[in-house]
T-cell receptor, first 114, second 111 residues
Framework: EPEVTQTPSHQVTQMGQEVILRCVPI?????FYWYRQILGQKVEFLVSFYNNEISEKSEIFDDQFSVERPDGSNFTLKIRSTKLEDSAMYFCASFKGTNTGELFFGEGSRLTVL | GEDVEQSLFLSVREGDSSVINCTYTDSSSTYLYWYKQEPGAGLQLLTYIFSNMDMKQDQRLTVLLNKKDKHLSLRIADTQTGDSAIYFCARGSSNTGKLIFGQGTTLQVKP
């Protein structure tokens, strides 16, 4: 069964460092997302990406965050200067498109900012 | 209040049925989802229902949707210890696929 894959599974970084989280969405899907889950809290939407551009972003997704689909298969989330409060599980998801509800998540990348 | 609300905790005995409830406020949602999250793991899509349906059954899982009351439920028949997890309800749109999640319901299954 096709799946969304994410790397790394866990990253530890120092405050102020840049982090790039990587995702390979399902190949025939059209929409890509990043969500985050702070430990013990609910899953929150960060950003959606369609047709090579951001289609929607939440207020969490400030100027420190950026997304890119550099090569047609990878979908990356960059955090420019990490803060302690960026520590969370980051989930990538991909969605097939209209007329179907299939939205699949990756296993997540746990980011720990020290 | 929250857009998508769930009760936080449910405890059942192995073999019993579990019913996890969810309410939402936005009637424009096209799809409603149930995801399962085991400790330290990702979000596993269990099932989803299109908003013009009342019920969907998939093996031990039954989803009921009351669109008038904006109430969604997930029934797990013959609950097993392996069903112990956090269950997230989410609403979404077919146009964008963006999901709004509830807080999650922790299901504890006692042997």
């Amino acid at each position: 069964e096709p799946e969304v894959t994410q790397t790394p599974s866990h990253q530890v970084t120092q405050m102020g460092q840049e982090v790039i989280l990587r995702c390979v969405p399902i190949s025939n899907h059209l929409y890509f997302y990043w969500y985050r889950q702070i430990l013990g809290q609910k899953v929150e939407f960060l950003v959606s990406f369609y047709n090579n551009e951001i289609s929607e972003k939440s207020e969490i997704f400030d100027d420190q965050f950026s997304v890119e689909r550099p090569d047609g298969s990878n979908f990356t989330l960059k955090i420019r200067s990490t803060k302690l409060e960026d520590s969370a599980m980051y989930f990538c998801a991909s969605f097939k498109g209209t007329n179907t509800g299939e939205l699949f998540f990756g296993e997540g990348s746990r980011l720990t900012v020290l | 209040g929250e857009d998508v609300e769930q009760s936080l905790f449910l405890s059942v005995r192995e073999g019993d049925s579990s019913v996890i409830n969810c309410t939402y406020t936005d009637s424009s949602s096209t799809y409603l989802y149930w995801y399962k999250q085991e400790p330290g793991a990702g979000l596993q899509l269990l099932t989803y229902i299109f908003s013009n349906m009342d019920m969907k059954q998939d093996q031990r899982l039954t989803v009921l949707l009351n669109k008038k009351d904006k109430h969604l439920s997930l029934r797990i028949a013959d609950t097993q210890t392996g069903d112990s997890a956090i269950y997230f309800c989410a609403r979404g749109s077919s146009n964008t696929g963006k999901l709004i999640f509830g807080q999650g319901t922790t299901l504890q299954v006692k042997p």
